[in-house]
């Protein structure tokens, strides 16, 4: 049996970071994600 239930939703996921000249620094763009009841997930970084 399927579920399709969302329990988790992100998206367009940004990070920057202030680069040592001024300038930002993007090192997540626009990322999404979603997780169903039933998944599990684990982020590392």
Do not use: C, H, Q, Y
């Amino acid at each position: 049996m399927t579920n399709n239930k969302v329990v988790l939703s992100a998206k367009d996921i940004r990070k920057s970071f202030k680069a040592p000249d001024g300038s930002s620094l993007e090192v997540i763009k626009g990322s999404s994600l979603e997780l169903f009841e039933g998944e599990s997930v684990s982020l590392r970084g």
